[in-house]
């Protein structure tokens, strides 16, 4: 079965940051322990990079800007129980 989908573009801003909850399939050290089997949070941030390029080699002095940005992780962190 195939239906059209909505899809709208997410425009995220250099420095925006998220915690994403992840589940340890394979033992993970974190702050001097070991996790396996178990959650933990890491902590990521949108990075853009910025790339000039020269698409014309006839016009050098006309570069072109790409921006291509990326989530980094920043740090891992386990999750208490309350």
């Known amino acids: 079965m195939i239906w059209n989908a909505k899809y709208t573009k997410a425009e995220y801003a250099n420095g925006t940051t ?8 394979k033992p993970t050290y974190i702050d001097g322990k070991i996790i ?3 959650t933990y949070e890491i902590l990521q941030a949108y990075v853009i990079k910025v790339t000039l390029a020269i698409l014309d080699p006839t016009k050098p ?10 989530w980094v992780d ?7 129980n309350k």
């Open 61 to 70: 002095t006309e570069a072109t800007e790409f921006k291509m940005g990326s």
């Open 74 to 80: 920043v740090s891992k962190r386990l999750m208490t």
């Open 18 to 25: 998220r915690l994403k909850r992840v589940f340890a399939f």
């Open 36 to 38: 396996w089997w178990g």
